[in-house]
């Protein structure tokens, strides 16, 4: 018995070394003390220290000279695609509505199909093209105030809000613009109390998007 534990003994020793496994063993008691806060824990067998696997914060590889967060031109094309397809399925939502609401006189038969069919497609481009001119001009003015200012903030997100909103409904007159004003400021100051709600309550600040 012991000279099989002892070849098992070598025969574990010479693996380890072939395999470069040489370190040193932990028992039970110390690895009962170790903390392993936001991860699975480990095996009391494997050969590795667990202190050297817990990470407390985020770890990328980034190429040398950039940002850990996306800037406001990456971040654009998101921004106005996704603005576009969220409006298109909101319009065709109250397109169906409205189609309904009109036709609810006639019976289900192939002119109400097409009516309602209309009203989607109507709705559904309508506000599809509104909802990108809004972040297509709020993405271009971030963009310009962060080129013009040289820094990133909350101070071009509101701008940008203003500014938007005053320009998309200047059509409307000055009465016009300054209620899309004052409403652009009012949706950019809550989006960046949003951002940075966790940074007020003292909690770890989460990714922005701007």
């Known amino acids: 018995m012991d000279n099989n534990s002892a070849g098992s003994g070598g025969f574990k020793g010479g693996l380890g070394g072939l395999f470069g496994g040489g370190g040193p063993e932990y028992s039970n008691t110390e690895l009962s003390g170790v903390p392993l806060t936001g991860m699975s ?29 996306r800037g406001r031109f990456e971040l654009a094309f998101f921004t106005i695609g996704g ?23 006639l019976s289900w038969s192939k002119p109400r199909n097409v009516q309602i069919l209309n009203m989607v497609t109507r709705q559904g481009a309508t506000w599809a093209n509104s909802l990108g001119s809004v972040a ?11 080129k013009a200012r040289g820094a990133e903030d909350d101070v071009n997100t509101i701008a940008a809000g203003t500014m938007t909103g005053v320009l998309f409904k200047s059509a409307s007159g000055l009465k016009g613009a300054a209620r899309g004003g004052l409403l652009g400021l009012a949706l950019s100051g809550a989006y960046a109390l949003y951002n940075n709600w966790d ?11 701007y």
């Open 136 to 146: 297509l001009l709020y993405s271009a003015f971030g963009v310009a105030i962060e």
């Open 41 to 69: 824990p480990l095996s009391p067998y494997l050969n590795v220290d667990p202190r050297y696997l817990v990470q407390d914060t985020d770890e990328f590889i980034l190429p040398t000279g950039a940002n850990k967060t």
């Open 199 to 209: 940074h007020l309550t003292g909690s770890s600040s989460p990714s922005r998007l």
């Open 83 to 105: 603005s576009c397809m969220s409006g298109a399925a909101l319009g065709a939502l109250n397109g169906f509505r409205l189609g309904l609401k009109e036709t609810r006189d």
